[in-house]
Nanobody, 123 residues
Framework: DVQLVESGGGSVQVGGSLRLSCVASGDTISRYCMGWFRQIPDKEREGVAGIESDGSTSYADSVKGRLTISQDSAKNILYLQLHSLKPEDTAVYYC??????????????????WGQGTQVTVS
């Protein structure tokens, strides 16, 4: 089974930066679409970034230019670098793995595996 474990969340001031990590076990992440989602209470989980097996990336409009998704295939780790953080970025961030991203990568049904989440608080 695939297991995804996020880390790197925390509390940060407005304008600050964080790097989230997602360690994957059970399969090689570079073979799949990998993504980051976030969720706040009483809201649906939303996609923020996705990376295809060929390395191409997609971002939600709300985070373009401030967040960067990347992966280290040798270590099997997915990253999300967050810059210029805003209070509205406060959420639990989840990594996910699916067979393919495509133009609708943000749709929740496209993803097979999820991590447990890591909290990011911006104030």
């Amino acid at each position: 089974d695939v297991q995804l474990v996020e880390s790197g969340g925390g509390s940060v001031q407005v304008g600050g930066s964080l790097r989230l990590s997602c360690v994957a076990s059970g399969d090689t992440i570079s073979r799949y679409c990998m993504g980051w989602f976030r969720q706040i209470p009483d809201k649906e989980r939303e996609g923020v970034a996705g990376i295809e097996s060929d390395g191409s990336t997609s971002y939600a409009d709300s985070v373009k230019g401030r967040l960067t998704i990347s992966q280290d295939s040798a270590k099997n780790i997915l990253y999300l670098q967050l810059h210029s953080l805003k209070p509205e970025d406060t959420a639990v961030y989840y990594c996910a793995q699916g067979p393919a991203c495509g133009s609708r990568w943000y749709r929740l049904g496209n993803w097979d595996y999820w991590g447990q989440g890591t909290q990011v608080t911006v104030s």
